[in-house]
Structure formats: structure tokens, C-alpha cells
């Protein structure tokens, strides 16, 4: 994966209102700490950053351009989103060396078609790797092409780049491929779901007078 250079500024204002202003500003909140330095607390221009994003994933490698000369490292390390304005409220960004190691979890991406009359089901999207900061896939391929009904893929199947180690326990479960159902037994499930009839409400006798002495 390739470095996205990116320019940050500093931050002053702190708190849920310079937050605000920062990104009306049109720049996201992060904080930049790692490797024993004092956390740096900074802004990214929203648009580059969300466009670097989009393209390389969480784990995409940031070359940062302070504005006192200075530069840094870093991978993303926690990402607050509003889910509705689909924008960044703040970033946690590691500092990392060049040919560090690092753990990080990496996408997994399907690729192919089972045999027939199968379902594919997800145990996991995500494999836990340890790999070069700089080297870092944006995802790794699994291939279902042609399986058979009862395949399982563990993290140990999974093909790794040169310089890749697999961190994950190598007996996770990634995907599962399992027989798809018949019709006849689709059409006997949704009978056995049908909700029961409901029970028709108890009378409910009138209290009797009371006599009088």
C-alpha cells in the first residue's frame, strides 16, 4: 500500500466546541502519539483524508507534513464516524518507523463462486496480520471458486504476501460453505414458523350479588 502524504495543522481549541469548529473548518480532530512522544494534538484537511481512506482502508499509511517542518508515520489507529453525515468526527493516528512490524486486521474479500446449490456463510471479514507498517495489503483474497458443500476455510488456508505472518489463531473460521436448502424444505420451515391460532379469550363469570344479612 502506498504513502498518502497529507498536510496537518495544530490544534488549540479542545472540548466538544473546538471539535465543532475544527470541523466546520473543514478539517477532521486527530491526535497524533507513539514511539514515547508527547501526543500531538492536530487537524487533517477532511477531504484528502476521507478521499485516502476510501481508496486504501483503514490501514492506509500517512506520510504527515507538520507545519513546523516536521513529519511522521502513521497509521490510523481509531476512527469516529457520524454514520449519518457519513463524515470523521476524530482520528487516533500511531506513529510508526520504516520497517516496523505492526499487527493490524485486514479485510477479507471472497472471490469466485461455490459449486452449486450451496450457501456461503461469513464466519469472519477480517484476519489479523503482522506485517511491515509500509507493506501493509488493503485486503486479502480467498478463493471459494467450485467448493463443495461442508468446505471450511480457516485463517492457516488463507494466502499471505511475501513478508506477511499470520497473527490470528490459525483454527479461526473464516467462511463455511453449506448445503442450500430445498425447496421442499424452505416451504417446511415457513409452515413450522406459522404463528398458532389465537386462543379465543376465557369467559369471565359475573360476580354474584352480594346477599344481603
Same mark, same amino acid.
Given at each position: 500500500?502506498?504513502?498518502?502524504?497529507?498536510?496537518?495543522? /495544530?490544534?488549540? $481549541?479542545?472540548?466538544?466546541?473546538?471539535?465543532?469548529?475544527?470541523? #466546520?473548518?473543514?478539517?477532521?480532530?486527530?491526535?497524533?502519539?507513539?514511539?514515547?512522544?508527547?501526543? #500531538?494534538?492536530?487537524?487533517?484537511?477532511?477531504?484528502?483524508?476521507?478521499?485516502?481512506?476510501?481508496?486504501?482502508?483503514? &490501514?492506509?499509511?500517512? &506520510? !504527515?507534513?507538520?507545519?513546523?517542518?516536521?513529519?511522521?508515520?502513521?497509521?490510523?489507529?481509531?476512527?469516529?464516524?457520524? /454514520? !449519518?453525515?457519513?463524515?470523521?468526527?476524530?482520528?487516533?493516528?500511531? !506513529?510508526? #518507523?520504516?520497517? @516496523?512490524? *505492526?499487527?493490524?486486521?485486514?479485510?477479507?474479500?471472497?472471490?469466485?463462486?461455490?459449486?452449486?446449490?450451496?450457501?456461503?456463510?461469513? @464466519?469472519? &471479514?477480517?484476519?489479523?496480520?503482522? %506485517?511491515?507498517?509500509?507493506?501493509?495489503?488493503?485486503?486479502?483474497?480467498?478463493?471459494? $471458486?467450485?467448493?463443495?458443500?461442508?468446505? #471450511?476455510?480457516?485463517?492457516?488456508?488463507?494466502?499471505?504476501?511475501?513478508?506477511?505472518?499470520?497473527?490470528?489463531?490459525?483454527?479461526?473460521?473464516?467462511?463455511? *460453505?453449506?448445503?442450500?436448502?430445498?425447496?421442499?424444505?424452505?416451504?417446511?420451515?415457513?409452515?413450522?414458523?406459522?404463528?398458532?391460532?389465537?386462543? $379465543?379469550?376465557?369467559?369471565?363469570?359475573?360476580? @354474584?350479588? %352480594?346477599?344481603?344479612?
Amino acid at each position: 500500500m502506498s504513502e498518502v502524504k497529507i498536510s496537518a495543522e /495544530p490544534r488549540t $481549541e479542545f472540548g466538544k466546541g473546538g471539535a465543532r469548529r475544527t470541523r #466546520r473548518a473543514g478539517m477532521v480532530p486527530a491526535v497524533l502519539y507513539g514511539h514515547g512522544e508527547a501526543p #500531538r494534538h492536530i487537524s487533517l484537511p477532511a477531504r484528502e483524508f476521507a478521499a485516502a481512506i476510501r481508496h486504501g482502508g483503514i &490501514n492506509q499509511l500517512f &506520510n !504527515i507534513d507538520m507545519t513546523d517542518g516536521t513529519t511522521a508515520l502513521a497509521l490510523p489507529k481509531a476512527i469516529q464516524r457520524d /454514520p !449519518i453525515r457519513d463524515t470523521f468526527d476524530h482520528v487516533d493516528l500511531l !506513529i510508526v #518507523r520504516r520497517g @516496523e512490524k *505492526v499487527t493490524v486486521e485486514v479485510r477479507i474479500q471472497l472471490v469466485g463462486e461455490a459449486a452449486r446449490d450451496t450457501l456461503v456463510m461469513t @464466519e469472519h &471479514n477480517t484476519l489479523t496480520i503482522l %506485517a511491515d507498517a509500509t507493506r501493509l495489503p488493503d485486503h486479502l483474497d480467498v478463493s471459494i $471458486e467450485g467448493l463443495p458443500a461442508g468446505t #471450511r476455510i480457516v485463517a492457516r488456508d488463507v494466502g499471505l504476501p511475501e513478508g506477511v505472518e499470520l497473527a490470528a489463531d490459525p483454527d479461526l473460521v473464516i467462511t463455511v *460453505v453449506a448445503a442450500a436448502p430445498t425447496a421442499a424444505e424452505m416451504e417446511a420451515e415457513t409452515v413450522g414458523e406459522a404463528p398458532a391460532p389465537a386462543a $379465543e379469550p376465557a369467559e369471565v363469570a359475573a360476580p @354474584e350479588a %352480594a346477599t344481603e344479612g
